[in-house]
């Protein structure tokens, strides 16, 4: 018989307890599959004595991780307690030098220490790898490291936290606020211990890195994504960019530019029309676009017990056939260091404003646009509300700089009421 991989797992919380019941109700299929059986030699978490529901018997049992990853029988640390630093860090780095091969789902620590990780397991000769850290269930890292593989690729586009995309669509269905959608998310149990991870777009931000690195071949740079939340995103400008056929997601983006590399994770207008405009509830999308492939859609669970662990058995499955790839689709040394481009590429913006109601004023805001560049698309005038009169501009293609000039610039023509705000058009 074929010798067993033998795997230790590091963490039996959502994805941890998922995976152990793949690989037992599975382990027929697993076998098959891999030409050799799929074992869990042992298995660590902080509270021995709980009630998982699952059948830990006749595995080891380490109450420290980092033994766990230097146990003899252990072939693989697959690590599944999360956190950038910490336990899951001290766990890899010993599993890497411990000569064992690492599956992980752990984005927070892929994006800030990614790049010596990768450089620790290439010298190592060991593998890392990590599908179940960018959106969950739907095979992304994959298809972008190895079905894509010959393409240059062009363009990364995501909606990546599931809790950003029920916050956003919730608000338009039921007609809410931002506040009392965000403390129903909470009550739900969707948002994680720190909310800002959610809401602020740095859970999502990390995704966009590890993309970006895989897709561009840079080294992880999370440090430079742009990042934005969706806090300040109104049921007004949900129901506006509405009317004017538009949807509002947590958008990442991630490309290649004469500028550098840019990789932004802010709210974005995208077509109603659109797969991602379509895109509703906690699920994720990832779009991406080569050169020689066109643009592809994958659209799936991006969290959860049971699309997570399937990501992370995809990965043993990978290493249990002797299918050894490097974490960021070429060997770490070879990962080039991208200069960030400050500023996003050109695009056209929604812009909202409250204008007096007095004669001229929408002539001085459109001067104002004019004098910085900016050109309008269109514009619509919404019924006065005293004493301001709503209006919305869509702008043809501009720089952010030209529009952020302009927007500085407003509130000297006397006409226009509080602050504009303003939200990128990306074309899908
Ligand atoms: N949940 C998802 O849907 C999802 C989706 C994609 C990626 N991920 C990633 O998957 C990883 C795990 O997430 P999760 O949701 O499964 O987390 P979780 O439910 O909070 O489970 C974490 C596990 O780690 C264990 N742990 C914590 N500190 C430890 C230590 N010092 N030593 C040993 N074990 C320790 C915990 O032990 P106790 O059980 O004894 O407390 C628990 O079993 C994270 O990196 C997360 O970002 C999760």
């Known amino acids: ?86 336990p899951a860090k001290a766990a890899t780095e010993a599993a890497i030098a411990a000569g064992k091969d690492v599956v992980t789902a752990n984005k927070a620590m892929l994006a800030v220490h990614g790049q010596a990780l ?43 936290n599931g809790t950003c995309n029920y916050i956003l669509t919730r608000m338009e269905a039921a007609e809410l606020g931002y506040d009392e959608v965000f403390a129903e998310a909470s009550a739900l149990g969707y948002l994680e211990a720190d909310p800002e991870l959610d809401v602020g777009g740095i859970d999502a931000g990390h995704k966009l890195a590890l993309l970006a690195a895989i897709g561009f071949g840079g080294q992880v740079s999370f440090g430079d994504v742009q990042l934005e939340g969706i806090q300040r995103i109104t049921i007004e400008d949900i129901h506006l960019a509405a009317d ?67 990501a992370v058995i995809g990965d043993i499955m990978d290493i249990a056939r002797g299918n050894r790839l490097p974490a960021f689709g070429c060997r770490a040394s070879d990962l080039v260091a991208y200069k960030p481009a400050h500023n996003a590429s050109p695009a056209p913006y929604y812009v909202r404003m409250k204008l007096k109601d007095q004669p001229g004023a929408l002539a001085k805001v459109a001067t104002v646009l004019g004098n910085a560049g900016v050109s309008i698309d269109r514009m619509r005038q919404y019924r006065h509300q005293d004493p301001a009169a709503p209006v919305l501009i869509v702008t043809h293609k501009t720089s952010p700089v030209a529009l952020a000039e302009a927007l500085a610039e407003l509130p000297n023509t006397g006409v226009v009421i509080g602050e504009p705000v303003a939200i990128r058009i990306e074309e899908v």
């Open 1 to 86: 018989m074929a010798e067993p991989l033998r795997l230790g797992i590091a963490g039996l919380g959502t994805v941890g307890a998922g995976l152990v019941r793949i690989v037992q109700r599975h382990a027929g299929l697993l076998e098959t599959r891999a030409g050799r059986p799929i074992a869990i030699s042992a298995v660590s978490a902080r509270n021995r004595d709980k009630d998982r529901g699952l059948r830990l018997k006749g595995y080891g049992w380490e109450d420290d991780p980092v033994a766990l990853a230097r146990r003899a029988d252990v072939d693989v640390l697959v690590e599944l307690i999360g956190g950038t630093d910490g």
């Open 244 to 310: 004017m056929g538009y949807k509002i997601k947590l958008l990442g983006v991630a490309s290649r530019t004469g500028r550098g590399l840019e990789q932004r994770m802010a709210p974005c207008l995208v077509p109603e029309t659109s797969p991602l405009g379509q895109l509703e509830g906690a699920t994720n999308m990832v779009v991406l676009e080569g050169d020689a492939v066109g643009q592809i859609v994958m659209r799936g669970a991006g969290a959860g017990e049971g699309p997570t662990a399937s």
């Open 118 to 160: 990768a450089e620790a397991a290439d010298e190592a000769g060991r593998v890392i790898r990590f599908e179940a850290a960018v959106a969950g269930g739907i095979p992304v890292v994959k298809a972008l490291g190895e079905g894509l593989a010959g393409n240059e690729i062009k363009r990364i586009l995501g909606v990546m």
